[in-house]
DNA sequence: CGTATCCTGACC
DNA sequence: GGTCAGGATACG
């Protein structure tokens, strides 16, 4: 469940379960989720006393009270899982965290993809994070400049989490349809107009996606998993390629790269 | 820059 | 049995 309004979700009830908190016990039980730390550093964590969780980008930082840094990504499939130690563990569990209070925090993770890290006390990660959209860094400016050094396509661009903290593979598709801009324009050749739409589409979509949580059932994307479906603003059909190994939908109708220089520029025959 | 890789499950 | 998956990174 990656993305940043998911993130935050997920951290808003993490630091409600473990701020003011402390650990009892870390158990690890999948490697590869902590791969990156040894045995004694998971272990050391028992007794630590935490202040809260805070956020940047798709990244959770659980700050320890002897100045440790606990940190979680999700990638692809993690999720949180609180309960109370008692319970059967989830089938996915991955990592947990027994709390003095009885309560528990599971890292419940299908691929096991996600990660956990110790930073040192005074060690503040370099998490190598452009602004969030909510960041008033976040300009028009800032994105030119981005975009300037990149010769591919704009929707793998969005992607770097360098130029925007956050963003992932659906929102930054359906940034790109509310923008109206083909996800194979080159990132550089975006002119000033393009630049602003975007910016505030991602603004928008982020916003709106942290707003909402979603609903199951009715489809909440207006191009992600729609391949064949018909656009919702010109009725045109849903198409899905491969940029840099992720699925791309966008919509053939309504998102113009300009430069696609293509024979024919006759308008698109009539919807039905 | 694109591609492979980590890992496991769902779905065709 | 093959393909695909909401991410990030190492590598060619």
Redesign the pocket.
Known sequence: ???LP?VERARVRLDAAVAGRSIVAVNVL???VARRVSARAIASLAGAGIVGVTRR???QLIRLQDGRTVHA?????GDWHIDRASEPLP??ARAVIVLDDGSRVVLDD????STLDIHAPGSEPDL?LGPEPSDPAFTVGWLREAFG?????IK??L?D?RVVAG????YAAESLWMARISPATP?RSLDDRELVRLRSAIVRVIERASGSR?REGSSRFSVY?REGERCRRCGAKIK?I??????TYYCSGCQRGQRRARVSRAPRSARP
Request: overall charge positive; proline content about 9%.
């Open positions: 469940m990656p993305e998911e999948h490697r590869n980008g798709k990244h990504h999700f990638r692809m499939t089938r996915f299908p691929r096991a993809l190598g050094k990149r010769r591919g396509p793998p661009v992607l989490q963003l992932g593979n659906i990132a979603y998993d899905r491969v940029q840099s190994g992720r699925s």
